[in-house]
């Protein structure tokens, strides 16, 4: 079965500090995606990126940047010069594609809250 | 503006009083689904739907209802709520299960006494 674990229960740094949070999944399937979504204070869940298993490609934008690596099943997020409005909670997330007997059940992670302090 | 939008936002009611949670959204969406969140378990899915009259039990469907008798309509319903059921639900929908981004709900803030 699918699983997301994502081992930093909370994180705290200070402003301008780089963070990396974690995210290590297991499947079966060949063929999955990868998420992470934001929880801010306000408690609305925003969604941030979205990976393909077939793209191993490193994502950046802007401060954020995900790498995703196959070969150790994590799909980590990384905040460059953090900021305090990127104090949230994160979760990543995996579905696995039902056309190779994956649920695309969407299974998230227990989240991680960091919290940037100025 | 696309949105999925829950309402109320806050309720607070009594042990077996029964209670419905609308959700709706405005994007022909053929995916909805229900989550509930609660502290150190994250977010676990209650029920879901892949089209009209089409649902699914999620992890923890037990004590919940769902209809799907319009697509843009996604109501959750507690028959005989109970304090176990205190929690922070979020509505959301997509294209499709698994593969499409969710967009969710502000959520909806329970709290049964």
């Known amino acids: 079965a699918q699983k997301v674990t994502q081992a930093q229960t909370e994180i705290s740094v200070v402003e301008k500090e780089d963070v990396t949070l974690d995210c290590v999944y297991e499947?079966?399937?060949?063929?999955?995606?990868l998420f992470w979504y934001k929880q801010p204070p306000s408690g609305e869940l925003v969604f941030l990126i979205r990976r393909n298993s077939f793209d191993e490609q490193n994502e950046i934008s802007g401060r954020y940047s995900w790498n995703f690596q196959k070969s150790t099943s994590s799909f980590n997020f990384t905040i460059t010069a953090s900021q305090v409005v990127d104090s949230a909670v994160y979760f990543c997330?995996?579905?696995?594609?039902?056309?190779?007997?994956?649920?695309?059940?969407?299974?998230f992670g227990k989240g991680t809250k960091l919290t940037v302090n100025p | 503006e696309a949105q999925v939008t829950q309402n109320p936002r806050y309720l607070i009611t009594v042990t077996g009083k029964k209670l419905t949670v609308t959700c709706s959204q405005n994007?022909?969406?053929?995916?909805m689904s229900w989550y509930r969140q609660d502290p150190g378990l994250g977010l676990r899915q209650i029920y879901y739907?892949?089209?009209?009259?089409?649902?699914d039990k999620g992890d923890v469907p037990e004590g919940y209802k769902v209809s799907r008798k319009e697509k843009r309509n996604f109501p959750l319903i507690l028959e005989s709520p109970s304090p176990n059921q205190t929690s922070l639900y979020f509505c959301a929908s997509s294209w499709q299960q698994g593969h499409s981004p969710l967009h969710f709900g502000n959520g909806t803030r329970l709290t049964v006494t």
């Open positions: 739907s892949m089209n009209v009259e089409v649902t």
């Open positions: 994007m022909n969406h053929e995916y």
């Open positions: 499947t079966r399937d060949t063929t999955y995606y």
């Open positions: 997330a995996l579905s696995e594609a039902l056309t190779q007997g994956g649920s695309e059940k969407l299974v």
